[in-house]
């Protein structure tokens, strides 16, 4: 199905990636719902926010790629100054996630939020693990190198 604009798009998604230079939100809370998983990408510089403060606090689970950097420049740095999120709050990250110590959805229901920053080697990691998960089961095994 074609969307005609994000809201439309992001409301009938079951995964949304955000990957943009947007300095002001372009996906907005009220247009998520149950089960949905986003990863904003984007926000890598800390002038940049593609995703409403809001949605952050709404979300059951926010994973950073790493805490530190997404409290200074991520999507959570722009929820913190919101007031939406606690600065101090304690969020796993993603590579505990991966690795199996640390929680990742425990629910279909639930809206996950993962916020990465660029952190090349974690990406690289975590491509070759998908890459190697997709071949294991059969799916997309067209992808290219």
Do not use: N
Not at 34 to 51: F, L, N, R, W, Y
Not at 121 to 129: C, E, H, K, N
């Amino acid at each position: 199905m074609a969307a005609t604009g994000a809201e439309e798009a992001v409301r009938h998604a079951d995964i949304v990636v955000t990957t943009t230079p947007a300095t002001s939100p372009i996906l907005r809370a009220g247009w998520l719902r149950p089960g949905q998983h986003i990863t904003a990408m984007g926000s890598d510089q800390p002038t940049k926010c593609e995703v409403e403060p809001a949605a952050l606090a709404r979300a059951d689970l926010y994973v950073p790629d790493r805490l530190s950097q997404t409290r200074a420049m991520g999507e959570l740095r722009a929820a913190i100054a919101a007031g939406a999120m606690d600065g101090a709050s304690d969020h796993p990250e993603l590579g505990a996630v991966v690795a199996g110590t640390a929680p990742g959805r425990t629910d279909p229901l639930q809206i996950t939020i993962a916020d990465l920053t660029g952190t090349g080697v974690q990406d690289t990691a975590i491509a070759t693990l998908a890459r190697a998960r997709a071949s294991e089961t059969g799916a997309g095994t067209d992808f290219t190198t």
